[in-house]
């Protein structure tokens, strides 16, 4: 049977380039980088020209690039550390409400332990509005959190208004990039960002390879301590093989912009086209054009995401949703219910991310199995049979 | 996908009984979308039993997989024997449900003695208004 991967953003494969670089870093020049004699020799470089990349694809310098295991890591370090660096400066943290878990749940964390914690509100689209966050700033403001593209619904933020404000107070600016990197070309200064979080995965590197970029000047503490391995922000052998895979992913994303996201860009709208000139009742989740370019985020109206997922899986068709029954705490995706998806809706999600091996020639593949499955469930919804006996007087508008 | 048994992946590929009878006698409903599943229960009985019984499930694989369940062990049943399904039932008769879906499995029994209960109770009513 065909198989068609349309969760990219779960999981990409590692780009043939990047694991040839990474696997002597395994066995032939295995040395410890922080060796004083030879065999630490080529692992220290390697190292270091991995910084180097990982730098250039975000126009940083590599002194400011801390390697990490994740992007969840990345942020950890990045929030905790400014929290523990600036406490004396205030208790006051901002983000928005759109984040991921492994920003929002070390939030949660916070608040317990007394900081107050601002969660900024997002447009129909996930904007933040840079109004809502010019009002929420006070002295005790010492770290914003805002992510530059939401993982799920694909929302770049204007992220350059944002740091305006931030920047002119001096409070540190960190956005999660880990659904940006690599898809959409990032300039730490023009951006005016001070902190950023990547993840390798999300552009052909290996899974296990983060980096948080720090800008020259700003203060964090470290939350792995021991040795002084990258700055003594994060102790610890490195793990050069992983460090090379995200320099050389890191490289390969840089050196194949724009080209590589516009022609994801174009399948990606050929197939939206399709699949809303095809099936009645679906609705798009998040901006139209402002969003990552291998992001797609439909509603289904009148059926629940995990059928859709299951039915769609039957056809070869791996998707994602942000259905409550898929998730393991049966609550529907927060990014949906913050954006004002109604229930019903947010439990029809489905969750697109193209890659690599997308084409144009699977659409229409892509499309019928769609309409199929969406009228299959459709025919035993309650909420569909509800909606034909009452007209079109009640449907969504568009 | 979960880990679902054979034979909860059996009924939500083939769904028994799928759809509306007409001019029921009993109508139940259970759930609502903010939970994550709708089910809709319409019987039709005749002497005592249940000759006819369809369902219409807006949820999950879960769902729709007790939803088939339940309508074929209620179909042909006394109301009492309908009665006494349980939801504990439906999901040993599946082969087991995930320990995150076992709410699922609630829905199916609670929908059908809604539509029961409806019955009897209009049942109640006309052989008052009769009498």
Redesign the interface.
């Known amino acids: 049977m065909k198989e068609i991967n349309l969760d990219y953003a779960a999981a990409a494969p590692v780009d043939s380039v990047v694991l040839d670089a990474m696997l002597p870093f395994f066995t032939e020049y295995y040395g410890n980088p922080s060796s004083g004699h030879k065999l630490g020799e080529k692992p220290r470089k390697a190292l270091e020209e991995a910084r180097k990349n990982v730098a250039l694809l975000i126009g940083a310098q590599p002194a400011e690039i801390i390697f990490t295991a994740s992007a969840s890591e990345a942020n950890n370090l990045a929030i905790k550390g400014i929290v523990k660096a600036g406490k004396k400066k205030g208790n006051h943290i901002i983000a928005s409400s759109i984040e991921h878990f492994s920003v929002l749940n070390q939030l949660k964390t916070l608040q317990k332990e007394g900081f107050t914690v601002t969660l900024l509100p997002v447009d129909r689209y996930g904007i933040v509005n840079p109004d809502h966050l010019a009002a929420e700033i006070t002295d005790k403001t010492i770290l914003v959190s805002i992510q530059l593209a939401n993982p799920e619904i694909g929302t770049i933020q204007p992220i350059d208004q944002l740091t305006a404000l931030t920047r002119e107070k001096g409070i540190p600016f960190h956005t999660d990039a880990a659904a940006a990197a690599g898809w959409i070309p990032i300039d730490v200064d023009k951006m005016g960002i001070d902190l950023l979080t990547m993840a390798g995965d999300q552009f052909y590197g290996p899974k296990g390879s983060g980096a948080l970029y720090v800008r020259r000047g700003v203060r964090v503490s470290p939350i792995i301590e021991g040795g002084i391995q990258e700055k003594g922000l994060r102790a610890g052998t490195e793990n050069v093989a992983l460090a090379v895979g995200l320099g050389e992913a890191a490289r390969l994303a840089y050196e194949a912009m724009p080209e590589r996201p516009n022609k994801i860009v174009a399948i990606r709208d050929k197939l939206k086209e399709s699949l809303f000139e095809s099936i009645p009742q679906l609705h798009l989740n998040g901006h139209p054009e402002k969003r990552l370019p291998h992001n797609l985020n439909i509603s289904v109206e009148?059926?629940?995401?995990?059928?859709l997922?299951?039915r769609l899986?039957?056809a070869g068709i791996y998707v994602s949703s942000g259905?409550?029954?898929?998730s393991?705490a049966?609550k529907?995706s927060h990014v949906l219910t913050a954006i004002g998806v109604p229930?019903?809706l947010a439990?029809g999600s489905l969750l697109l991310t193209l890659g690599v091996e997308s084409n144009v020639e699977d659409i229409p593949y892509i499309t019928d199995k769609l309409a199929q499955v969406s009228e299959l469930l459709r025919?035993?919804?309650?909420?569909y049979?509800k909606y034909l006996k009452e007209g079109n007087n009640n449907a969504r508008v568009q | 996908?979960?880990e679902y048994s054979d034979k909860v992946m059996e009924h939500?590929?083939n769904?028994r009984n799928?759809?509306?009878v007409d001019e029921p006698d009993g109508v139940g409903?259970v759930g609502?979308?903010?939970?994550?599943?709708?089910?809709?229960f319409t019987i039709k009985v005749k002497d005592n039993r249940i000759e006819d019984v369809k369902?219409?499930?807006?949820?999950?694989?879960?769902?729709?997989s007790v939803s088939s369940m339940v309508s074929e062990m209620a179909k042909g049943k006394t109301l009492e024997e309908a009665l006494k399904i349980t939801n504990k039932q439906v999901a040993e008769e599946l082969g087991g449900l995930p320990g995150?879906?076992m709410?699922c499995s609630n829905l199916g029994a609670d929908a059908l003695h809604k539509a029961i209960e409806d019955y009897l109770e209009k049942e109640k009513i006309s052989a008052k208004s009769s009498s």
Do not use: R, W
């Not at chain 1, 009148?302 to 059928?307: D, K, N, R, S, Y």
């Not at chain 1, 259905?323 to 898929?326: A, I």
């Not at chain 2, 609502?32 to 809709?40: A, Q």
């Open positions: 009148f059926v629940e995401g995990e059928a997922l299951m899986e039957m259905s409550s029954c898929t393991q049966l529907s229930p019903e439990q025919n035993m919804s309650p909420l049979h | 996908m979960p939500f590929t769904p799928i759809g509306e409903e609502n979308p903010v939970c994550g599943d709708m089910m809709k369902y219409l499930t807006f949820g999950c694989g879960a769902a729709i995150n879906k709410h």
